[in-house]
Nanobody, 116 residues
Framework: QVQLVESGGGLVQPGGSLRLSCVAS????????MGWYRQAPGKQRELVAG????????NYYDSVKGRFAISRDNSRNTVFLQMNSLKPEDTAVYYC?????????WGQGTQVTVSS
């Protein structure tokens, strides 16, 4: 089955930046629209950014617009999330998956903590 492996998280101060990566295996990655999701403690998982299969259509959740940038490299089966101007409310576990249902099995995610 499909495997998703996220990386790049960490502890960063408010205003800082991180770049997340997600590698998908056992799938024809280039055929799928992809998304980055996050789940904060006590909250539901939410989609924060989506990108079409060819990278030409991109959408962002309102709270991250202008700060986050999603991109992909189909030759490496990888989707990225560049996160700038991070805020404490961005603290969450970040996951990648298909943008649209049905979703693949979730990976382990990568923890992002924004704190001074």
């Amino acid at each position: 089955q499909v495997q998703l492996v996220e990386s790049g998280g960490g502890l960063v101060q408010p205003g800082g930046s991180l770049r997340l990566s997600c590698v998908a295996s056992r799938v024809t990655f280039s055929g799928y629209h992809m998304g980055w999701y996050r789940q904060a403690p006590g909250k539901q998982r939410e989609l924060v950014a989506g990108i079409s299969y060819n990278g030409k259509v991109i959408n962002y959740y309102d709270s991250v617009k202008g700060r986050f940038a999603i991109s992909r490299d189909n030759s490496r089966n990888t989707v990225f999330l560049q996160m700038n101007s991070l805020k404490p409310e961005d603290t969450a576990v970040y996951y990648c998956n298909k943008r649209d249902s049905p979703l693949w099995p979730w990976g382990q995610g990568t923890q992002v903590t924004v704190s001074s």
